[in-house]
């Protein structure tokens, strides 16, 4: 399956704190991608690490990804308020077809 | 661009009513998919096209779903007819594929209440 697996389900932070959600898969992949939910709206990319790159940052993000565990990381550091929402990780499959299967995601709270 | 646009925004009808739910992608996009969202069952694809062709609708629930797109700029996802339990939020997404991997833009989803 090319369905990713989010961990935690939940996350509670105080604002200023690093967030860390983890994702495992099963096999193998041209990419994965990170998404993020915000209440009522629809999910927004984030941030695409090809299986070649194993850390790529982009602002306050960091994911990293070890094909050899398949598992993938996603970091947000110094959270805001505003970082509150559902986060998905989605593994492209080698299969080379354009579709994503999404877990269930990992919600962060993060509190003032 | 103005993103993929999805129309209604909300829709609530009665059980047994047909329901059209209706997408425009990003202009230059050739993938689009459906998704249905739940609480229960989390984000499932339905159903998604390549240059408007349905490539996979295993996720298509019943025979009473069905989806169209006639043209690279439009789809639409039928449900007739409807019952309490395809109430949800149906979210399209656009890509292009390209060579280098395959962001999806969702649209901000319509949700579905079936009384």
């Known amino acids: 399956s090319q369905q990713g697996e989010e961990d935690p389900q939940a996350l509670s932070i105080q604002e200023g704190e690093n967030a860390t959600m983890n994702c495992s898969y099963k096999?193998?992949?041209?990419?994965l991608q990170w998404y993020r939910q915000n209440s009522g709206r629809g999910l927004v990319h984030l941030i695409l690490?090809?299986?070649?790159?194993r850390e790529k940052h982009s602002g306050r993000l960091r994911v990293t990804l070890d094909t050899s565990k398949k598992s993938s990381s996603l970091l947000i550091t110094a959270s805001r308020a505003a970082d509150t929402a559902s986060y998905f990780c989605?593994?492209?499959?080698?299969?080379?077809?354009?579709?994503?299967?999404f877990g269930q995601g990992t919600t962060l709270q993060v509190k003032p | 661009d103005a993103g993929v646009i999805q129309s209604p925004r909300h829709e609530v009808t009665e059980m047994g009513q047909e329901v059209t739910l209706r997408c425009k992608p990003i202009?230059?996009?050739?993938?689009l998919f459906w998704y249905r969202q739940t609480m229960m069952r989390g984000l499932e694809l339905l159903i998604y096209?390549?240059?408007?062709?349905?490539?996979?609708d295993s996720g298509m629930p019943e025979d009473r779903f069905s989806a169209k797109m006639p043209n690279a700029s439009f789809s639409t996802l039928k449900i007739q007819p409807s019952e309490p339990r395809d109430s949800a939020v149906y979210f399209c997404?656009?890509?292009?594929?390209?060579?280098?991997?395959?962001?999806?833009?969702f649209g901000n989803g319509t949700r579905l209440t079936v009384t």
């Open positions: 997404a656009s890509s292009f594929y390209g060579t280098g991997g395959s962001p999806l833009h």
């Open positions: 096999t193998s992949i041209n990419n």
């Open positions: 690490i090809r299986s070649n790159e």
């Open positions: 989605a593994p492209h499959g080698s299969s080379n077809t354009g579709k994503l299967i």
């Open positions: 202009s230059g996009h050739d993938y």
């Open positions: 096209f390549n240059n408007n062709v349905p490539i996979d």
